[in-house]
């Protein structure tokens, strides 16, 4: 078998200095294959965006090994070789894009800044329609678009330097569920076209279940199961709290009317 | 009974490159003390009336209605001074991104702290003891360790529970929640969700629920407003969302990923221009 592409072992992560310092990853181990697409789910604050900002050189306090693409990963920043190879869809979009610079701007900078010169205008208006923005959005500053419109100018962003390995933390979140399915077509077109890695975190089971092929759970910093999305489809969850997790989501999509429960004791 | 709020005709309109853009086409609708969905795609508007209702729309943005009223009281015509005292106070709005609202450099417990004491005559040991109660209530763990955060230092779901607590402690009448639970796991959201739920049925407060989830809507709101390019398209009782009729409605539900019912693709919305023309559904009670 070939070397994963995404290697964690033992990953611990803290903030805070002195007696302030406290751990909140607690040492997880994860591989992703390459070509793979892997789910990363849980408590909210379990630590899920912590682990991809810490592959991403964000995380200046983190103890345990790390390598993507069999390359072995230093405490803090990454080569621009590695930016070009991996790139993040961060959770918040408002605070990912700078609040001066209109979408063209960012698009073009990013192109520059990865050495892309050919066809820059042209590359721009095809990233803004595969991410379904028409040319009428280039020239916008954030604060003129809408919350899905601005993370849809985040994930054209990443996939501007044509990366390898997309790390994509809540990237639909944001989007309404049109949106969103044209957004998950084009990842999955991506990565069969070009073989692209994913992890993805997600606390829309249903999305995880449609993108990927395995998937992690955590709590409190820790992986407490990884499973097959299979059988997570099949309910057949071990630990207690992903069992939980899937039954509050069967519960929120209507299935076991909490919104009879509601209204029953609100008549 | 009077509605919370009537609105009638509500438009809000920017001026772009290219002439002015209608970002909201003249809406119209009531809230009573109940649970109102406002479902839609992005860009459809969904955000700016909410803030239209807080007199949010930053220039050179213009809201224009025939009637935008507050239990009988204009929101057009109030002065700024009485507009701030009705936000927080009588309407309180759950921003779409939580970090992007809280302020960067004030810990989050001083924010609750502070959002309590403008509205409320409170000693600082009780304010103190009621923003605990109230992290503790939306699920947060480590209540006491999270007050002495900076909002960079809290995770996504964190940063809006913390919104929501700090919309929740004054009281408010009318709470209008842009996706308050989208960056909240399943088991938290439930928890959520039942928060404000009580406080529709046992305060009488009126909720506004901005969602993409369909499915959420389906299943806790009261009535459900679907939005188009502006407009209002439809209008149905929410536990029926899945018997709409309108094929844009149809196709967001159709669009919805199911854990239990792979697809090996989604099918994406085919959008007919005629649906941006129809004239807008009325939601008025
Ligand atoms: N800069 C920081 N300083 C202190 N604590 C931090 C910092 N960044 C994150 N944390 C803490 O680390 C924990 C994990 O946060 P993380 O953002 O990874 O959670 P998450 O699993 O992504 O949650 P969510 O689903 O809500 O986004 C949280 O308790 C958070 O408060
Ligand atoms: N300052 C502005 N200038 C021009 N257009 C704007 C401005 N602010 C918002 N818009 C446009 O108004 C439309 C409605 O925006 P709104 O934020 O209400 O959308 P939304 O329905 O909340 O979408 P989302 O689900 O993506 O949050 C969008 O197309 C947006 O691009
Ligand atoms: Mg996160
Ligand atoms: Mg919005």
């Keep these: ?129 595969q991410v379904g923005l028409g040319g009428g959005f280039r020239f916008r500053y954030p604060h003129q678009l809408s919350g899905g419109q601005r993370q849809r100018v985040a994930i054209a962003r990443a996939l501007a330097p044509e990366p390898k390995v997309l790390l994509l933390d809540e990237p639909t979140s944001a989007l309404d569920v049109s949106v969103q399915a044209e957004i998950l077509n084009l990842l999955s077109d991506l990565r069969s076209e070009f073989g692209l890695t994913y992890l993805m975190v997600s606390h829309d089971l249903g999305v995880i279940g449609h993108m990927c092929d395995r998937v992690a759970v955590m709590q409190t910093g820790e992986i407490v199961e990884t499973l097959e999305v299979d059988a997570m489809r099949r309910l057949q969850a071990e630990h207690p709290y992903t069992r939980h997790l899937l039954d509050s989501a069967l519960r929120s999509s209507g299935h076991a009317g909490m919104a009879a429960d509601a209204k029953l004791s609100a008549g | 009974m009077s509605n919370l709020l009537d609105i009638e005709n509500l438009s809000v309109r920017f001026p772009t490159r290219s002439g002015s853009f209608e970002a909201v086409r003249g809406i119209s609708l009531s809230l009573g003390r109940e649970r109102l969905g406002i479902v839609g795609e992005s860009g459809s508007g969904k955000s700016m009336t909410g803030r239209a209702i807080l007199g949010l729309i930053r220039k050179p943005g213009q809201v224009t209605a025939d009637r935008l009223e507050m239990q009988g009281e204009s929101l057009l015509t109030a002065s700024p001074k009485r507009m701030r005292a009705i936000r927080g106070k009588h309407i309180s709005m759950i921003m779409q991104d939580p970090k992007y609202s809280l302020n960067p450099v004030m810990t989050v417990g001083d924010q609750i702290i502070e959002a309590l004491r403008t509205h409320e005559k409170v000693g600082k040991a009780e304010a103190y003891k009621r923003a605990l109660e109230m992290l503790d209530a939306v699920a947060i763990r480590e209540p006491e360790r999270v007050m002495k955060l900076y909002p960079h230092e809290v995770s996504g779901g964190m940063g809006q529970r913390i919104m929501i607590a700090m919309m929740l402690i004054p009281n408010p009448e009318i709470l209008i929640a842009d996706e308050p639970t989208s960056a909240l796991d399943v088991s938290v959201q439930l928890q959520v969700l039942e928060i404000m739920d009580k406080l529709v049925r046992e305060r009488g407060m009126g909720l506004i629920f901005i969602s993409h989830d369909l499915n959420l809507v389906a299943g806790f709101c009261d009535r459900v407003a679907v939005m188009y390019a502006g407009r209002i398209v439809e209008v149905c009782e929410a536990g029926r969302l899945h018997e709409a009729k309108h094929p844009y409605t149809l196709g967001l539900l159709n669009s919805v990923p199911d854990l239990e019912r792979p697809r090996p693709r989604l099918e994406a919305l085919t959008r007919d221009p005629a649906w941006r023309e129809a004239p807008s559904v009325s939601a008025l009670l």
């Design chain 1, 1 to 129: 078998m070939s070397l994963p592409e995404i290697q964690i072992e033992g990953l611990e992560v803290f903030f805070g200095d002195g007696t302030e310092r406290t751990r909140v990853v607690h040492g997880i181990d994860l591989n992703v294959a390459q070509g793979e697409s892997y789910g990363l789910v849980g408590e909210s604050g379990s630590g899920k965006s912590t682990v991809l900002r810490a592959l991403v050189g964000l995380v200046p306090d983190w103890a345990g090994a790390m390598s993507v693409g069999g390359e072995k990963l230093s405490r803090i920043g990454r080569s621009k070789e590695f930016y070009r190879r991996v790139q993040m869809v961060f959770q918040d979009p408002y605070a990912s894009l700078h609040p001066r610079q209109t979408v063209d701007r960012v698009l073009s900078e990013t192109l520059a800044l990865h050495g892309i010169k050919d066809g820059v205008d042209a590359r721009i208006d095809r990233l803004l329609e």
